[in-house]
Each structure stands twice: as structure tokens, then as C-alpha cells.
């Protein structure tokens, strides 16, 4: 059985360091968990991680078994959002954002499958924020994105080339989430080889 990694196929996980580029992500099916506040420093945003790995295991298992269809989970993504948008780029203020974490599905996984799964998942130690977690499709359509590769508070120089010069001189405007796709394990990988694609969802004015 032929195990996909979605990584190696999709243009959602393909970027150049520092290299602006627009792209069209079609609807993304996701696990979702929302949270708020300085990642570092919230044991939310820990307890979040620790409610979606389960549920995408189990799913990674269902589909092998009963779908015969294997494939690699996805990495931990992120949507950043905050009513100042200076605190992503310059001011960097962490206590002021709003944040949805993500892990990738396969179109064939449903939210029956992700209901039940769910269910087996309560059954022996479940995690703290297990009913927090959702099944939902993202809609973003026209991106920008790039590689970043470093550590995640050097991102404002590029995300502010992003958003206030690449993206106005291009006729577009911002709209939806920041978001962040971490191509690196953050807990293994040194700061300065994290390797993180940052998309912003646009529209063309």
C-alpha cells in the first residue's frame, strides 16, 4: 500500500526562503482547535497540540484499515489573526493574538469518520481539550506565501515586506488569517532550521 505524503505533492507546503510568490489553495479539510494568547507562555496552546495528535493518528489508522488509503499526518499548522495587525509584524505582541491550530485531512476523510474516531478517542485518557477540537473545511482560495526559515520571532521583517509592500504593490488586499504551516518540529529542531511556509489569503483590487 502506497503511504501519500501530501508534503511532497500539494503547492500548500512548497516555498523558497524569503521568496513572495501568489498561489490558489483550493478548500482544505482540517482538524481545528482555537486559542488565544502568547503561545510561549499559554498552557492552552500545549493542551491544544496534545488534543489534535490523537484524533489524526486514529484517522491515519481508520483510512489505512477500512480505506486501504495510507498517508503521513500532516504537520502542525496555525492561523494568527488580531484586531492590530502590527502585532505580527513590527510591535510582535504576542498576548495579543488569536490563534486556530490546524492538521491537514485527506478529502476522503469525513466528519462521520472524525465523529466516531472522536468517541474512541474518549474512551481511555482522553485529552483535556478533546471536545474543543473540530472538523472543518478552510477556504482560502488567492494566497501569498514564502518559506521562512529561522526563528519564529525574525518573521516580521518578511512578514512586513509581505503585507505592506509586496501585496499593495500588487493590486491586492489583505483578508482572512495569517497563516503558518510548521514544516519542522519545533520541539526537536533547532530555532534557527524551524522551517515554517507563512500564507496570507488575499484579494485582487
Not at 503561545?39 to 486514529?58: D, H
Not at 491537514?104 to 477540537?133: A, C, D, G, R, Y
Not at 488569517?177 to 484579494?203: A, G, M, N, W
Request: aromatic content about 10%.
Amino acid at each position: 500500500m502506497e503511504k501519500i505524503d501530501f508534503k511532497k505533492s500539494l503547492i500548500d507546503y512548497r516555498g523558497k526562503k524569503n521568496i513572495l510568490v501568489e498561489v490558489k489553495i483550493p478548500p482544505r479539510k482540517y482538524l481545528m482547535i482555537d486559542g488565544k494568547g502568547d503561545p510561549n507562555k499559554s498552557p492552552e496552546f500545549q493542551l491544544s497540540i496534545e488534543a489534535l495528535y490523537p484524533i489524526a493518528y486514529k484517522l491515519k489508522f481508520a483510512s489505512k484499515i477500512d480505506l486501504k488509503k495510507d498517508y503521513v499526518v500532516m504537520p502542525l499548522e496555525g492561523l494568527w489573526w488580531s484586531k492590530d495587525m502590527t502585532s505580527f509584524t513590527t510591535a510582535r505582541d504576542k498576548s495579543k493574538w488569536d490563534w486556530t491550530l490546524m492538521i491537514h485531512q485527506p478529502e476522503w476523510i469525513t466528519k462521520s469518520m472524525f465523529q466516531e474516531i472522536v468517541k474512541k478517542v474518549s474512551l481511555k485518557s482522553p485529552p483535556k481539550l478533546l471536545e474543543e477540537v473540530r472538523f472543518e473545511t478552510l477556504k482560502e482560495n488567492l494566497c501569498v506565501q514564502t518559506l521562512h526559515v529561522g526563528s519564529f520571532d525574525d518573521e516580521g521583517e518578511i512578514l512586513e515586506k509581505m503585507h505592506c509592500q509586496y501585496i499593495p504593490e500588487n493590486k491586492l488586499q489583505l483578508t482572512g488569517k495569517h497563516h503558518e504551516i510548521y514544516l519542522s518540529d519545533f520541539r526537536k529542531v533547532k530555532t534557527d532550521k524551524l522551517r515554517t511556509i507563512l500564507r496570507q489569503p488575499v484579494l485582487r483590487v
